[in-house]
């Protein structure tokens, strides 16, 4: 008896790494807004990242996890949602949270170590970064749950890195999905490094996708630098989960062009012909070949581009570094409901040593 093999995980893809096609593209791809809108968002956001690396080596920010070679992915993940729905992020997904509303300077206000940079309403239903690897993946969960109670046509999305498929959180937040029918979409950024440790001893499944398999979700790896594939398994999962289908996983092929943090230096286990290697395959320079090769798009276009991207990110650096400290009073005043009379004294002794003393 021959066992069935039931983890082959289909895998998308449209565009090759020159921007060239590889097969029939889609209708929708006859918009040249959407296109041209995709690109504008990936090299809008690969500025500010740029900038923000800026402020960081310059002392003028905190530590800051790069999204760069992985725009395409949050790009066209967030252009795809409704404004009602909900994103549950993770650290790399800068373009989304542009798309989504948020201004660049609230980005840097919470890499700057401010959590107004989290709160303001620009962030409507969305969730605010995450951090602690995996976790947002059970958020998501009860998020969808959420939803599927108050019968809203809603989707969750929640987005995290290959690192996090290898923590409980998301074998718990899948089962969750697969169990209960739930309204999600599981994208993973599978950018091939989690830290120092490198995709091929992460996990010993074949796909990161296959995970979802266990759980009875449709599962599906896609080429995470080809917006064009990446439009279509992500439009057919959100629309799956709209329409009372369930979840779906994504594993989105990437690169880590980048440190892992401003705190990282990756040229100490990572080699430089595997770095090189892959940004021959990054998804700005393959969208822009694109939109070359269909008259889309012209050097006049790119410079004026390029000069909207700076002005939109320079002034977006004044205002955050132009924005007033939060007071003392805020480390103690978002803590507790209600404050427990031990923490009032210390806050009434800050804010005296604040304000020179007086009381």
């Known amino acids: 008896m021959k066992a069935k093999d039931s983890c082959q995980i289909p895998f998308y893809q449209y565009l090759d790494e020159e921007g060239e096609v590889l ?4 209708e929708w791809t006859e918009d040249k807004d959407t296109l041209i809108n995709y690109y504008r968002s990936m090299v809008i956001a690969r500025a500010g990242d740029a900038k923000a690396i800026a402020l960081q080596r310059t002392g003028q920010m905190g530590t800051y996890p790069s999204c760069l070679g992985q725009e395409a992915i949050s790009t066209v993940s967030c252009s795809l949602m409704e404004k009602k729905d909900v994103l549950i992020p993770y650290y790399r997904d800068l373009p989304g949270l542009m798309i989504r509303g948020v201004p660049l300077s609230d980005v840097m206000l919470y890499w700057g170590g401010d959590e107004r940079g989290s709160s303001s309403p620009a962030w409507g239903h969305d969730f ?3 951090v602690p690897i995996a976790t947002q ?12 109670i108050r019968h809203e046509p809603q989707v969750a999305v929640v987005s995290l890195g290959d690192g996090a498929t290898s923590k409980g959180d998301f074998t718990e937040a899948l089962n969750l999905a697969g169990t209960w029918q739930l309204p999600m979409v599981f994208i993973i950024n599978n950018n091939q490094w989690a830290i120092s440790v490198p995709r091929k001893i992460q996990s010993g499944a074949p796909t990161l996708a296959q995970k979802g398999i266990s759980a009875g979700l449709p599962s599906v790896q896609v080429d995470g630098n080809d917006v064009v594939a990446l439009h279509e398994v992500i439009s057919e999962a959100m629309q799956r989960a709209r329409n009372g289908k369930g979840a779906t996983v994504i594993e989105a092929i990437s690169y880590r062009l980048s440190d892992h943090t401003t705190a990282d230096d990756a040229s100490r286990y990572r080699n430089s012909e595997e770095l090189q290697d892959a940004w021959n395959k990054e998804p700005v320079k393959r969208l822009r070949n694109f939109l070359y090769h269909r008259g889309l798009w012209n050097e006049q276009k790119e410079q004026q581009l390029k000069k909207e991207a700076a002005a939109l990110v320079e002034k977006e650096v004044k205002t955050y570094l132009e924005t007033p400290l939060p007071p003392i009073s805020d480390l103690f005043d978002h803590t507790y409901a209600n404050m427990p009379p031990q923490l009032e004294k210390q806050k009434q002794e800050a804010m005296a040593k604040a304000n020179g003393g007086k009381h």
Not at 23 to 26: A, E, H, I, K, V
Not at 137 to 148: E, L, Q, S
Request: charged letters at 10%; glycine letters at 10%; proline letters at 11%.
């Open 23 to 26: 097969q029939r593209l889609p």
């Open 128 to 130: 605010p970064n995450c």
């Open 137 to 148: 993946a059970g958020h998501a969960a009860g998020v969808a749950t959420a939803i599927k």
